[in-house]
């Protein structure tokens, strides 16, 4: 196996670098002006990007993406899967410009048809058949876990090392060799949330039940493949190990599919016969517009109702729920989304572009004889500087290689190509084609060979 020339990698980081601020002078100039935007970007996550600036656009459609400079880029990040279904989709123009200009009300916090068509698809796709909508999949799973942690009368949950679940504060929470610690760089928690959480590694069973047998979780809260600390697939039998061990001990489990999605249009649930007690999701079945859900088994679903019974408010003070969810806009935009982009039929075909995308990775690398390995998720690839890949949440951060991933960012935009700015993730949406993908090999061939050669 060839290892990376260090020395050789800062050279050509430096050269792509330079490249990157020389041709992108609009988008530099963008962000060092935003005098009034708090860290210069409208969201502080916007920072996280390769070349010492965030790239700033002008239009997207499809799987392009227009710069500030002129610049068309393939776009393989798609909004973090937030634009899963391309940007702009044409169903999607039409159910906004309906609901805004023609039938007017955006937000009424009253319910409309599009709802209810909503939530029975959801139900058909996933199995569960109760149905709620928030602004996020944050917002899902952190009203979740209130729903769990009050029918359970259960004060902690459990979620794997360096597991991610939006800004949810007990999910910040990473094992160091058995201990639960704050993930690093936590900000500011109201709490240690070693205290509210449990945690281990993906992929351990043995670990999970050593955790489960305290008998205070309320919830295991897992992705059925970790995605945003690079993808780590699950082995044969470990998520129904997982759901083996949450019946043993009286736990619930809730499913994360913001990101499993990929795997089909009833994500890994549907894809892989799981049987969560909820599902939690968000990003992609709004087209970009914001919007998440959760759904709940009838079981939980009537636990809660009893809960209700006993006094619990989740109609006004009860912190489930919030002024502008499942609001008009993004009810029209989800029901756009499933009725006509990401339909049944459409999946097999990203999906088998997304296979092309991940052989052809592996080709290049052993060719260039490099100990990286490439993972697939269902129309979700990336690459990993780790051969093996790794099993778990430990494994994954201790194979990540910021200078390699810079360069290969940076290579990628200087030549019309992007991918998700802070892994190596890429996705493929209705709009993506197979010169798109031809088009992302013959970048990623010449670079490395630029760096082996």
Same mark, same amino acid.
Request: negative net charge; hydrophobic residues 40%; proline residues 5%.
């Given at each position: 196996m060839n290892s990376v020339n260090r020395h050789k990698l800062a050279t050509l980081l430096a050269e792509e670098t330079r490249r990157y601020d020389q041709e992108h002078p609009a988008s530099k100039a963008l962000h060092e002006g935003a005098n009034n935007l708090f860290a210069r970007v409208p969201m502080t996550w916007m920072n996280k990007w390769a070349g010492g600036f965030p790239l700033g656009f002008t239009s997207a459609h499809g799987v392009t993406?227009?710069?500030?400079?002129?610049?068309?880029?393939?776009?393989?990040?798609?909004?973090?899967?937030?634009?899963?279904?391309?940007?702009?989709?044409?169903?999607?123009?039409?159910?906004?410009?309906?609901r805004v200009g023609v039938a007017g009300g955006v937000t009424?916090?009253?319910?409309?048809?599009?709802?209810?068509?909503?939530?029975?698809?959801?139900?058909?796709?996933?199995?569960?058949?109760?149905?709620?909508?928030?602004?996020?999949?944050?917002?899902?799973?952190?009203?979740?876990?209130?729903?769990?942690?009050?029918?359970?009368?259960?004060?902690?949950?459990?979620v794997f090392s360096y597991s991610y679940h939006g800004s949810v504060d007990e999910t910040f929470v990473v094992s160091d060799h058995g201990r639960a610690l704050s993930r690093p760089g936590n900000v500011a928690p109201a709490v240690d949330p070693s205290t509210t959480t449990r945690v281990c590694e993906f992929n351990d069973l043995a670990a999970l039940e050593r955790e489960l047998a305290h008998g205070d979780v309320a919830a295991v809260l897992t992705e059925p493949a970790m995605t945003n600390i690079g993808i780590v697939l699950p082995e044969p039998g470990f998520l129904e190990g997982v759901r083996d061990l949450c019946d043993k001990f009286g736990t619930l489990l809730i499913i994360d599919e913001t990101h499993t999605f990929s795997e089909g249009p009833g994500g890994s649930t549907k894809r892989r016969n799981l049987r969560p007690d909820a599902i939690t999701i968000g990003k992609s079945l709004g087209g970009g517009v914001p919007c998440g859900a959760y759904g709940l088994s009838a079981e939980l679903a009537e636990r809660v109702q009893q809960a209700v019974k006993s006094g619990a408010d989740i109609v006004d003070v009860g912190g489930v729920g919030g002024t502008l969810s499942g609001n008009p806009l993004s009810t029209?935009?989800?029901?756009?989304?499933?009725?006509?982009?990401?339909?049944?039929?459409?999946?097999?075909?990203?999906?088998?572009?997304?296979?092309?995308?991940?052989?052809?990775?592996?080709?290049?690398?052993? /060719? $260039?004889?490099?100990?990286?390995?490439?993972?697939? @998720?269902?129309?979700?690839a990336e690459y &990993?500087?780790?051969?093996?890949? #790794?099993?778990?949440?430990?494994?994954?951060? /201790? $194979?990540?290689?910021?200078?390699?991933?810079?360069? @290969?960012?940076?290579?990628?935009?200087? &030549?019309?190509?992007?991918?998700? #700015?802070f892994h190596n993730m890429v996705l493929i949406c209705p709009a993506t084609t197979e010169a798109h993908v031809n088009a992302h090999q013959v970048m990623f061939d010449e670079a490395v060979d630029r760096l082996i050669k």
């Amino acid at each position: 196996m060839n290892s990376v020339n260090r020395h050789k990698l800062a050279t050509l980081l430096a050269e792509e670098t330079r490249r990157y601020d020389q041709e992108h002078p609009a988008s530099k100039a963008l962000h060092e002006g935003a005098n009034n935007l708090f860290a210069r970007v409208p969201m502080t996550w916007m920072n996280k990007w390769a070349g010492g600036f965030p790239l700033g656009f002008t239009s997207a459609h499809g799987v392009t993406i227009t710069d500030l400079d002129g610049h068309e880029l393939i776009d393989f990040a798609l909004g973090d899967t937030g634009a899963f279904a391309g940007h702009s989709p044409e169903p999607l123009i039409r159910a906004l410009h309906q609901r805004v200009g023609v039938a007017g009300g955006v937000t009424t916090m009253m319910p409309n048809e599009d709802a209810q068509w909503v939530g029975a698809e959801m139900t058909r796709r996933f199995g569960l058949p109760q149905w709620s909508f928030t602004l996020s999949a944050t917002d899902a799973n952190r009203w979740l876990l209130r729903l769990v942690r009050l029918v359970t009368k259960r004060p902690k949950i459990l979620v794997f090392s360096y597991s991610y679940h939006g800004s949810v504060d007990e999910t910040f929470v990473v094992s160091d060799h058995g201990r639960a610690l704050s993930r690093p760089g936590n900000v500011a928690p109201a709490v240690d949330p070693s205290t509210t959480t449990r945690v281990c590694e993906f992929n351990d069973l043995a670990a999970l039940e050593r955790e489960l047998a305290h008998g205070d979780v309320a919830a295991v809260l897992t992705e059925p493949a970790m995605t945003n600390i690079g993808i780590v697939l699950p082995e044969p039998g470990f998520l129904e190990g997982v759901r083996d061990l949450c019946d043993k001990f009286g736990t619930l489990l809730i499913i994360d599919e913001t990101h499993t999605f990929s795997e089909g249009p009833g994500g890994s649930t549907k894809r892989r016969n799981l049987r969560p007690d909820a599902i939690t999701i968000g990003k992609s079945l709004g087209g970009g517009v914001p919007c998440g859900a959760y759904g709940l088994s009838a079981e939980l679903a009537e636990r809660v109702q009893q809960a209700v019974k006993s006094g619990a408010d989740i109609v006004d003070v009860g912190g489930v729920g919030g002024t502008l969810s499942g609001n008009p806009l993004s009810t029209a935009a989800m029901r756009a989304v499933l009725g006509e982009v990401l339909t049944d039929d459409i999946f097999p075909r990203m999906e088998e572009l997304a296979t092309t995308f991940a052989e052809g990775m592996r080709a290049t690398i052993t /060719r $260039a004889q490099l100990p990286w390995s490439v993972s697939q @998720l269902g129309t979700r690839a990336e690459y &990993r500087f780790a051969n093996p890949a #790794p099993k778990n949440g430990g494994e994954s951060v /201790r $194979a990540a290689d910021e200078e390699l991933e810079n360069y @290969l960012h940076l290579f990628g935009i200087n &030549r019309g190509v992007l991918i998700t #700015p802070f892994h190596n993730m890429v996705l493929i949406c209705p709009a993506t084609t197979e010169a798109h993908v031809n088009a992302h090999q013959v970048m990623f061939d010449e670079a490395v060979d630029r760096l082996i050669k």
